[in-house]
């Protein structure tokens, strides 16, 4: 052995250790479903070896309520939420939990999908629209034709009480000025039923007992593919979305790594990811996945999320007087 190889030998052994130094954790809180969880975190890890991530993963709504307990407790343990909507997301900027990160990812973003002080960012578009079993004789095109006196009792939709994608799209209605709170009572009066969830609506619609259903896209266009007698519509008036966004937590411990996991889900790489998972990119850089229409074929109502925060409660309240659950 040579001196030359010997020395190098010893510098790669005292490498070692700093390289374990080198490595960072970092915690990340999420909604996502197990499967799709785990394929982003595998592929983050993949293109950032030097990062480990530990997850945690439940539904919104009992993840946020984990969240506020440990935070109410003075603990700040995740470093990175990824969560469904920016309704959650603005009620937790606004109570001071988030850090502002502008990431330079976002400039290939309309600025309507992220927050404009880099408080969050929205990583893909889960739209609602319409769906109907092919059985059906008539074939909707547009959110009013639901409330036509031949749809009488043949609607179902997944209620706001239960469904955060429901409680976004009744907000989302709301900001526009055609069909807002009078077409929910037209709904209502034609005989709609609000059940459950999205499950549920996809269900009723694909055995057929419920022709017409309000619902998220991706159950019925992947269902469809695989021989369900249903057809997803982008309505003309325009879809609602929840954008599955990203956040940094104040007070996080790893906030270098959490950045570098926000330019990821944002990069082409990430929604590239977002796409093979069958969802709508929330860049406009990556197409659409197989049984989706072309992007630019697809309307986005507006949501203001902050408006849509202070109105949540007095909404759900108004909409279980009028449904009665």
């Not at 880099?118 to 990583?123: E, F, K, N, P, W």
């Not at 007070?251 to 990811?273: H, I, K, R, Y």
């Amino acid at each position: 052995m040579t001196f030359s190889t010997a020395k190098a030998m010893m510098a790669a052994a005292l490498a070692l250790p700093l390289i374990a130094q080198a490595d960072e954790t970092l915690v990340l809180y999420t909604s996502q479903p197990n499967s799709d969880a785990q394929q982003t975190v595998d592929a983050f890890e993949r293109a950032h070896p030097d990062i480990d991530v530990e997850w945690v993963r439940d539904g919104t709504t009992r993840l946020i309520a984990r969240l506020r307990s440990e935070l109410a407790a003075g603990l700040v343990k995740p470093d990175v939420l990824l969560i469904a909507d920016t309704v959650t997301m603005e009620s937790l900027k606004q109570d001071g939990y988030l850090q502002a990160y502008l990431s330079p990812e976002r400039e290939s973003y309309d600025p309507s999908l992220y927050d404009a002080e880099g408080y969050y960012y929205s990583t893909k578009l889960i739209t609602t629209g319409i769906v109907y079993n092919t059985g059906a004789e008539f074939q909707p095109t547009r959110w009013t034709d639901l409330v036509r006196p031949e749809l009488e009792g043949q609607v179902t939709m997944p209620s706001p009480l239960y469904s955060g994608a429901a409680l976004v799209h009744m907000a989302t209605l709301m900001e526009n000025p055609d069909l807002g709170w009078s077409y929910i009572e037209r709904l209502e009066e034609n005989g709609a039923e609000a059940q459950g969830g999205n499950g549920g609506v996809f269900k009723a619609v694909a055995n057929g007992s419920k022709p017409y259903g309000v619902v998220v896209d991706f159950l019925p266009i992947r269902e469809a593919a695989k021989g369900s007698p249903v057809e997803f519509v982008f309505p003309e008036e325009g879809v609602s979305a929840v954008t599955e966004p990203v956040a940094i937590m104040k007070g996080a411990s790893n906030p270098t790594a959490a950045q570098v996991f926000v330019d990821f889900l944002l990069s082409e790489q990430g929604q590239t990811l977002v796409q093979v998972q069958g969802y709508l990119p929330a860049s406009d850089r990556v197409a659409p996945p197989a049984g989706f229409p072309p992007r630019d074929s697809i309307k986005l109502m507006p949501l203001d999320a902050e408006t849509a925060l202070e109105e949540a409660e007095a909404n759900k309240a108004r909409f279980s007087e009028l449904y009665g659950n």
